[in-house]
């Protein structure tokens, strides 16, 4: 009998995920968009789901969450169901060589779960017992997503992210007239909630990063008033506060990672041009923006800020093609002349959308390639550019998780919108929307 190391969990659920309880940490990721990085193997066993006081398609259901999270975290891959291995002892020596590197094991004991977990590459058994239902799907299901979280950080040593929300917008047509407001859902797309109720068009939702916390508010661009101006609004409902007071139209905002500046384009001199403004959800109205950067000749367009605040990545079309370039953030005052914008896409063309990975080491945008927009990755340690998606249909709006590991996008082909999901240990990407409208503009918090 193989002796293992038993550590028992406290869940802390819908909060901060577990750091890490294993001894051994995983070494530092490399991407390698050539090929694909692999996958552990995990086997999730469903032993005992009788003794409880739910029905069983509904455990079923918490069960088949808890497998989709397992397998699209970036890092494992469940193994299919076996049943040899169903009802096999987590102390035999057998899952080795069925080649599992974690085991993940399901009971039920009346309204709660217990849940035994094995890791053997570090020979550590991890155990959450009591952990309790409610009976609502609605909300089981975020709970089974904060054990998936748990479940990864003992493994890896670092936080999961299927307990993390999305933003994004959703069109629909009713009586000839267009409208999109902004929605909420969980990281798989269920559970959503729509936020904003305009009864206009609404693009590009952000979530304001709170430092040490998670947001409350979110920023977004809305055509309510005719031209387009930016606006922050509560998670959890409330009147939404307009954010500048320039006048003529205001687009593309970013958000830096401290939730301190907000750059967005304005044509308020007559051309499309990058302003920044300070920013602050006690005064939004009272900080003044400054242009950063202008061309009488060229139009500029999608600012994002590097995660340390002081570049910024935007488009421009000012050599003929809208291509990226990234920039020091300049003081206010700074003579045009002195400003040094670096192109950085110089293999793919017609972008958009760039968005800094949250650890700064990767910049995703969207690239006109083959006649099909697909999502490429600008690696800023080495200036290389590669492909990450490919396909049939048009890719727009990448937009991190917090891992640097997951991206979200939105397809663009003939109005069958929808949002998917992608890692870059794998790179075969989701579908986590379905229904009538067209889903654009995901966001997902960092």
Not at 394 to 409: G, M, R, T, V
Request: aromatic share 10%; hydrophobic share 35%.
């Amino acid at each position: 009998m193989v002796n293992f190391k038993r550590i028992y969990l406290l869940v802390l659920l819908l909060s901060t995920p577990l750091s890490g309880f294993s001894e051994k940490k995983e070494q530092e990721l490399t991407v390698l968009l050539e090929t694909k990085k692999r996958l552990l193997p995990l086997y999730l066993s469903t032993a005992n789901l009788k003794n409880s006081q739910f029905k069983p398609d509904f455990l079923e259901a918490l069960c088949t969450i808890l497998r989709n999270d397992l397998n699209h975290n970036g890092k494992t891959t469940v193994m299919p169901k076996d049943k040899e291995l169903e009802h096999l002892s987590l102390q035999r020596p057998e899952w080795g060589k069925k080649g599992a590197h974690f085991v993940v094991q399901v009971e039920t004991k009346e309204t709660f779960l217990k849940v035994t977990a094995l890791s053997l590459n570090n020979q550590t058994e991890y155990v959450i017992d009591h952990f309790a239902l409610s009976g609502s799907l609605h909300e089981d299901r975020q709970k089974i997503h904060a054990l998936a979280d748990a479940l990864y950080s003992s493994f890896f040593g670092e936080p999961g992210i299927a307990k993390e929300r999305f933003l994004y917008t959703l069109k629909t047509n009713k009586e000839g007239s267009g409208t999109s407001e902004v929605w909420e859902a969980d990281w798989d797309g269920e559970n959503a909630c729509q936020l904003t109720h305009t009864g206009s068009i609404v693009v590009t939702p952000l979530y304001i990063p709170v430092k040490g916390g998670a947001p409350t508010y979110f920023l977004y661009v809305s055509y309510k008033g005719g031209e387009p101006k930016l606006f922050a609004a509560p998670l959890k409902g409330g009147l939404a506060k307009r954010i500048s007071n320039l006048p003529g139209n205001q687009l593309m905002p970013g958000i830096s990672f401290q939730g301190e500046k907000v750059a967005f384009i304005s044509d308020v001199t007559g051309n499309p041009d990058l302003f920044i403004q300070p920013f602050s959800l006690d005064s939004p109205l009272q900080e003044k923006a400054f242009q950063v950067y202008a061309l009488s000749s060229a139009a500029q367009g999608c600012p994002a800020f590097s995660p340390d605040g002081k570049k910024v990545a935007f488009v421009s079309n000012q050599d003929g093609h809208p291509r990226i370039y990234l920039l020091d953030i300049p003081v206010p005052g700074t003579s045009r002349k002195d400003l040094r914008p670096r192109l950085i896409t110089q293999v793919s063309r017609e972008n958009s959308s760039p968005a800094f990975s949250p650890d700064g080491t990767l910049i995703a945008y969207s690239a006109m390639t083959g006649g099909t927009r697909q999502i490429w990755l600008y690696d800023v340690r080495t200036g290389r550019e590669s492909q990450l998606t490919e396909g049939p249909l048009n890719k727009e709006n990448p937009a991190w998780a917090k891992n640097s590991l997951h991206l979200l996008y939105n397809t663009t082909n003939e109005g069958f919108e929808e949002i998917y999901r992608v890692h870059l240990n794998d790179r075969d990407p989701v579908k986590i929307t379905k229904g009538p409208g067209a889903k654009r503009f995901p966001a997902w918090f960092k």
